[in-house]
């Protein structure tokens, strides 16, 4: 190499350095690693920080007796392109989504899906028509943007700003498509939120209700994959990536110390990827924004059984049992149960709980649901989980003082904010928003 091409490497290389980062990210769930992910590809360096002694967060795959079964966030469209980009770089084995939809009728007997409106598919096409008409209308339903850029009228309830658009009988299929991660709530869910999943997934969910009616159809869905050693399994391959201090929570962030339960750092700029109540309580000196934030996120309580069960034969080439009779009570909102795993005994099933719910009493409405609705009078519950969910902006219309709050958090003390509630709530929307915040400000 000549004098000259030696010098010119070696500048290139302590420019980078110069600029390469010492970067912590608070948590290791799909937003914190995909943060890590992009701020490892443009040369910095990361530690991430997880509290729990598994990554994966609200990704949790859980094995039973050799069945892998997926306790948080388990469908990947097709159309999830971020996820997708790191599937093919971290190598978990996709496996298409089974499709096959059962309904208890109002006889309490089983059927296909048979649609949904009386007055048939021609009304059906008209309200599709409506609400793709209203995608284009509202543009930042289909790129990321800024809460800040939103229309507040997309953060009315769902079912308010269905009836204002003009598509509230469509509601019930894209409804359902979603219901078994807990989205089931129309009444209270900012349309913002749902539209968002809607867009991701109800092709997918029609497709599946159109392959109802074909004796001949794949019991798949093309276009929809679950992961065969489950889900957990990318962010598992993601993190031996990376220096991941797991069991290491971390108690405090103060001009770029960082404190957790085993010692404290000095960093150049964190990243914080956990729901933002919990990075208020982390971060000492918080913003008059971040406070402002804090203060305006609702959230849901959401608990998800493994339970196990002989009463259901025959039932095992079809993957989703919804109840028609959907209504939310006072406590508890069942939403679907669920065997995804063509297994004849293990189903999942989810509720919703408002924040009073003891555990007791949420088993004890399970059970008299699951005997009565179901007609199950022998199950067992072999596991429990409670996500506390959805932290999210409550479904009015967005206030000016949110909106500017949300546009100054970023980047204040050298704290950045990925994740819970600037996400949207599906794994991609949460990789899609890392990936957004580093290109961004990294
Ligand atoms: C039942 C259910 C079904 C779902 N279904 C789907 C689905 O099919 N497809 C889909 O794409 N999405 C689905 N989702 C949503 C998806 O799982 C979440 O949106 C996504 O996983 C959120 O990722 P995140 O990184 O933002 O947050 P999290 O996954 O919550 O990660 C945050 C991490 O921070 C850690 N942490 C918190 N506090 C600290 C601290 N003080 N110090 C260190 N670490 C800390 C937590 O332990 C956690 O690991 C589902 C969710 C649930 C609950």
Redesign the pocket.
């Known amino acids: 190499m000549n004098s000259f091409k030696y010098v010119f490497v070696l500048f290139i290389f302590f420019t980078i350095r110069a600029f390469a980062l010492d970067v912590a990210v ?8 995909t943060a890590a992910h992009y701020l490892k590809k443009q040369g910095h360096s990361v530690t991430i ?4 002694n598994r ?5 949790y795959s859980y094995k039973i007796d050799g069945t892998v079964i ?7 469209p097709t159309g ?1 392109k971020t ?1 997708n980009s790191l599937v093919r770089i971290y190598g978990p084995r996709p496996q298409v989504f089974p499709s096959k939809i059962l309904f208890l009728n109002h006889n309490n007997q089983w059927q296909k899906f048979k649609g949904y409106s009386a007055l048939g598919p021609v009304r059906t096409l008209v309200q599709f028509k409506k609400l793709l008409r209203m995608y284009r209308r509202y543009p930042e339903l289909n790129t990321p943007h800024l809460i800040s850029t939103i229309h507040p009228d997309l953060f009315l309830p769902l079912d308010k700003f269905a009836r204002k658009n003009g598509f509230y009988e469509v509601l019930p299929p894209l409804v359902m498509s979603l219901s ?3 989205y089931l709530y129309p009444e209270v869910i900012p349309a913002y939120y749902a539209l968002k999943l809607f867009k991701t997934i109800a092709p997918i969910g029609i497709h599946g209700y159109l392959d109802n009616f074909n004796p001949f159809s794949s019991p798949y869905i093309k276009g929809l994959r679950s992961f065969k050693n489950g889900y957990s399994e990318l962010w598992e391959n993601m993190a031996s990536h990376f220096d991941v201090r797991l069991g ?4 405090s962030i103060e001009g770029g110390r960082l404190s ?1 339960t085993k010692g404290t750092y000095k960093f150049d700029k964190v990243i914080i ?3 933002i109540p ?1 990075a208020r309580s ?1 971060v000492m000196k918080p913003s008059n924004e971040l406070e402002v934030f804090t203060m305006s996120l609702t959230k849901h309580r ?1 608990l ?1 059984s493994v339970i196990r069960t002989r009463d259901l034969p025959g039932k095992k080439r079809h993957s989703f049992f919804f109840y028609p009779n959907m209504t939310i009570s006072r406590v508890n909102h069942i939403l679907s149960m669920v065997n995804f795993w063509n297994d004849d005994e293990l189903y999942i099933t ?1 509720q919703n709980l408002e924040n009073k719910i003891s555990w007791g009493e949420a088993h004890d409405i399970l059970a008299e649901d699951v005997r009565a609705t179901l007609g199950v009078k022998n199950f067992e519950v072999l596991k429990r989980v409670e ?1 506390s ?1 959805f932290h999210h902006l409550p479904s009015d219309p967005l206030s000016p003082e949110v909106a500017t709050a949300l546009q100054k958090l970023q980047g204040q003390d050298g704290i950045y904010f ?3 509630s600037l ?1 949207f ?6 990789a899609e928003n ?1 990936k957004w915040v580093v290109g961004k400000y990294f």
């Open positions: 608070v948590g290791a769930g799909a937003s914190g690693l920080f997880e509290k729990n990554v994966g967060g609200k990704v997926e306790l948080g966030g388990l469908v990947v999830f996820i078994a991660s807990g290491e929570k971390v108690i957790t990827s956990t729901d919990t982390i959401f998800v989810y996500w969910y990925v994740g819970e996400n709530e599906s794994t991609e929307s949460a890392a």
